[in-house]
């Protein structure tokens, strides 16, 4: 156990890994077995703590019984400080209530273009780094069939926007439906476009 004062190791900003809320459980079943937590604040506290999504969750479950968990940060310390978000093509802890929100945003698309990802984009706001990012995957998708068929048409006369054209009518009828399964499964889609209009602060 390291002392309440040792925060070097943690990172209350990045995503939780299942290993550290078993970490916090582990002190927290310690500490009603003490009797430093009666049994209604040892429930209370351990299903918060299987609830937390971020490590700030997590510290003041423990902050007032003088430990800290050893391997509740343990994940989060392994990453780069610097790294406050993960890269494009980075995996992304996500939830399955975020992969199914994730998948409609981009099923979505066939129903209500533009609209269901913008309004699912900002909702997510910080709160889900992976619905956030495919939130933005989809909405960048529609913004660029929108302007690529539309450019498509104005230039009919030139190959290469016929070309252009074919490619955003395919592709919105099937990538849409790709990348509603990827989202399903919990993948970092990213939709094969040649730019991105709306980019991630």
Same mark, same amino acid.
């Given at each position: 156990m390291r002392r309440p004062g040792d925060r070097s190791g943690i990172q209350p900003h990045l995503r939780l890994t299942h290993a550290d809320r078993d970490a916090v459980a582990e002190v927290l079943r310690e500490a009603y077995s003490h009797g430093q937590l009666d049994e209604d604040e040892f429930e209370e506290r351990l299903d918060a703590a299987m609830r937390a999504k971020v490590g700030a969750e997590l510290e003041p479950l423990t902050a007032d019984l003088g430990v800290v968990p050893p391997g509740a940060t343990a994940g989060a310390a392994a990453a780069p400080a610097a790294k406050?978000?993960?890269?494009?093509?980075?995996?992304i802890e996500s939830t399955s209530t975020e992969r199914v929100l994730a998948g409609a945003g981009h099923a979505?698309?066939?129903?209500?273009?533009?609209?269901?990802?913008l309004l699912l984009?900002?909702?997510?706001? +910080?709160?889900?780094?992976?619905?956030? +990012?495919?939130?933005?995957?989809s909405l960048n998708f529609q913004l660029f069939c929108i302007i690529g068929g539309i450019a498509s048409v104005l230039l009919a006369w030139l190959v290469l926007p016929i070309a252009l054209?074919?490619?955003v009518v395919v592709g919105w009828m099937v990538l849409p439906a790709v990348a509603t399964v990827a989202s399903l499964?919990?993948?970092?889609? +990213?939709y094969p476009m040649f730019f991105r209009l709306v980019k991630d602060d």
């Open positions: 406050d978000r993960p890269g494009p093509k980075d995996p979505g698309n066939y129903f209500f273009p533009v609209i269901a990802p984009f900002l909702v997510s706001d +910080r709160a889900s780094p992976y619905l956030r +990012r495919q939130a933005l995957e054209l074919v490619y499964l919990g993948r970092n889609w +990213r």
